[in-house]
């Protein structure tokens, strides 16, 4: 089965520019996650979707980031503007229900940020 | 979220087993040990998860402590193709993967 597409790989862009990610989530899987990893992380959970609601956005920089999952599927990431702490790898993950304990969350390959 | 500690590296040499230790002393009952695994520029995958008894698959075991404050992520043979950071993580009700900074395991060949 194709895993977790996501769009572009690698990202540069100057301070208080503007991007944007895409993700395409396994078919079939209902819950979609957007993290942040800086460099010597761990990931950090930015936003979950429930089909097309948000359930958790508690993380997310409300001021800049903004994420839409329209129609329950793919979904996309935007900052705007980007400061240079917002330098890392965004990762997009999914899962079949999300609201278990067993639930696996599948990773996509990440979009590497940076911002001069 | 329970607390975890977990050293902040290993090394092996290939074909030899791998112990990956974990402390969760803060763990609620019902919480279950996810691990995952995240390779060089890759996004994370699944290992495995347990609640109180071991498990095994073909990746790897799990052995959880009887008091569920500690487990060990068992690698029985370690290839090159393991290396990667680990990642022991107390899911709980609210079901998030908190993610620490995880074991950076290094195989030599």
């Known amino acids: 089965e194709a895993g977790v597409a996501q769009s572009p790989r690698y990202k540069i862009i100057e301070k208080r520019q503007s991007v944007a990610f895409w993700c395409n989530p396994i078919?079939?899987?209902?819950?979609l996650y957007w993290y942040q990893q800086i460099l010597g992380q761990g990931p950090k959970l930015l936003i979950q979707?429930?089909?097309?609601?948000?359930?958790?956005d508690s993380q997310l920089p409300k001021d800049r980031f903004s994420a839409e999952r329209l129609k329950g599927v793919d979904s996309t990431l935007k900052i705007q503007p980007a400061k240079l702490e917002d330098s890392a790898v965004y990762l997009c993950?999914?899962?079949?229900?999300?609201?278990?304990?067993?639930?696996?969350?599948?990773f996509g390959p990440g979009t590497r940020l940076t911002v001069l | 979220d329970a607390k975890t500690t977990q050293p902040n590296s290993m090394e092996s040499n290939e074909e030899e087993p791998v112990h990956l230790p974990c402390n969760h002393s803060?763990?609620?009952?019902?919480?279950?040990i996810h691990w995952y695994r995240q390779l060089p520029s890759q996004g994370p995958e699944y290992v495995i998860h347990?609640?109180?008894s071991n498990v095994n698959n073909r990746m790897a075991s799990l052995a959880i402590a009887e008091d569920r404050k500690s487990s060990t992520l068992i690698l029985h043979r370690a290839t090159l193709r393991d290396a990667a950071v680990y990642y022991c993580?107390?899911?709980?009700?609210?079901?998030?993967?908190?993610f620490g900074k995880g074991t950076l395991l290094t195989v030599n060949p």
């Open positions: 993950a999914s899962s079949f229900s999300g609201g278990v304990s067993t639930d696996t969350q599948y």
């Open positions: 078919s079939g899987h209902a819950t």
């Open positions: 979707f429930q089909n097309n609601g948000v359930v958790d």
């Open positions: 803060t763990i609620s009952g019902t919480d279950y």
């Open positions: 347990g609640l109180t």
């Open positions: 993580i107390p899911r709980g009700s609210n079901y998030k993967l908190t």
